[in-house]
């Protein structure tokens, strides 16, 4: 069974930093893209970052775009969103999932088909 477990939110002044991190198991890590989205209060889950299995291109929502960088390490299984400039509209339940195949559309959520619970990321002001 595919599990997908998030880690490193928590409560962060604005212009503070955070590192999520998600290991997943139960899979093979191998070929698959890996992505975060997030839902903030009343919102629908919308795309944050999405990295390939090569680790090269990456994609970014425009709104996190040179704060944001999402990385992996392979060999762990692991994937992480580093954030930095953090902003009270970051606030927002973070989840990392794995895309259907390397062909998915990295930005469409309907394109992943494992998730993980979340982690809460509260921005104050």
């Known amino acids: 069974q595919v599990q997908a477990v998030e880690s490193g939110g928590g409560l962060v002044q604005a212009g503070g930093s955070l590192r999520l991190s998600c290991t997943t198991s139960?899979?093979?890590?191998?070929?698959?893209?890996m992505g975060w989205f997030r839902q903030g209060p009343g919102k629908e889950r919308e795309f944050v970052a999405a990295?390939?299995?090569?680790?090269?291109?990456?994609y970014y929502a425009d709104s996190v775009k040179g704060r944001f960088t999402i990385s992996r390490d392979n060999a762990k299984n692991t994937v992480y969103l580093q954030m930095i400039s953090l902003k009270p509209e970051d606030t927002a339940v973070y989840y990392c999932?794995?895309?259907?195949?390397?062909?998915?559309?990295?930005?469409?959520?309907?394109?992943?088909?494992?998730w993980g619970q979340g982690t809460q990321v509260t921005v104050s002001s």
């Open positions: 999932a794995r895309a259907r195949s390397h062909y998915s559309d990295p930005r469409n959520k309907n394109e992943y088909d494992y």
């Open positions: 139960g899979h093979t890590f191998f070929g698959y893209i």
């Open positions: 990295i390939p299995w090569s680790g090269g291109t990456t």
